[in-house]
């Protein structure tokens, strides 16, 4: 029964480089969100999958943030060009039906991945 | 908007009882969630109001009252184990789908 993993733990990239920050969901969850909680704040949505699709990237801070999702399991969050104010720790949640109204799915988290941009 | 506000930071004695507030103004309202999450970890799930009154679970419990737009977790007999930041989160329902909106989270710290 393993829950939300992320990979990397920690990240520590040069500015202007690209990173790749991979999360692997709770098997059989249809629901995947990116949030991003920067020091002492809480978490900011970045983008939210149902399936293989991302029907909200509303989050998403600018257009060197990016995402996708294969197999309906595994996510990509890649941020191209990576800027100091980009440095936070990016989180990884699944649910198990998003679209259902009224029933209490909560989100289950990973770890993060502490990303340090200098 | 949506707008969530909770304290910033708060404190008590191990063995006290402490109330953390969470007022809201959202739009297409589907829930309320408390989190829990200690420095350096994941969010860990607490509760989940979607009805007005308190649902109790061991020794904590959450309020909820929609009219108010306001919600309380409630930390019973605190341990310094509880010492974490406390997320509220308030589920809407919009553009087909549910979506979490969480507040800045309040930092509680448990002295002996």
């Known amino acids: 029964g393993a829950g939300v993993s992320q990979s990397p733990s920690n990240k520590v990239t040069e500015k202007g480089k690209d990173v790749e920050l991979r999360c692997d969901p709770i098997?059989?969850?249809?629901?995947l969100y990116w949030y991003r909680q920067s020091l002492g704040q809480g978490l900011e949505f970045l983008i939210y999958?149902?399936?293989?699709?991302?029907?909200?990237k509303s989050g998403l801070p600018s257009d060197r943030f990016s995402a996708e999702r294969t197999g309906g399991s595994v996510s990509t969050l890649t941020i191209q060009r990576t800027q100091q104010e980009d440095s936070a720790v990016y989180l990884c949640?699944?649910?198990?039906?998003?679209?259902?109204?009224?029933?209490?799915?909560?989100?289950?988290f990973g770890p993060g991945t502490r990303l340090t941009v200098t | 908007g949506q707008n969530i506000d909770q304290p910033t930071e708060m404190t008590a004695t191990e063995g006290a009882i402490v109330q953390i507030n969470c007022t809201y103004q959202?739009?297409?309202?589907?829930?309320l969630f408390w989190y829990q999450q200690h420095a350096g970890e994941a969010p860990t799930f607490l509760s989940y109001?979607?009805?007005?009154g308190l649902e109790e679970k061991g020794r904590f419990s959450s309020f909820l009252s929609r009219s108010k737009g306001y919600s309380y977790l409630l930390l019973k007999e605190l341990q310094m184990k509880d010492s974490a930041s406390y997320l509220c989160?308030?589920?809407?329902?919009?553009?087909?789908?549910?979506?979490?909106?969480f507040g800045a989270g309040t930092r509680l710290a448990v002295h002996p």
């Open positions: 989160a308030v589920k809407v329902f919009s553009g087909g789908y549910n979506k979490l909106i």
């Open positions: 999958f149902q399936g293989n699709s991302a029907p909200d």
């Open positions: 098997s059989g969850h249809t629901a």
């Open positions: 959202t739009s297409g309202f589907n829930g």
């Open positions: 949640a699944s649910s198990f039906d998003h679209l259902v109204r009224g029933i209490s799915y909560e989100q289950y």
């Open positions: 109001n979607v009805l007005d």
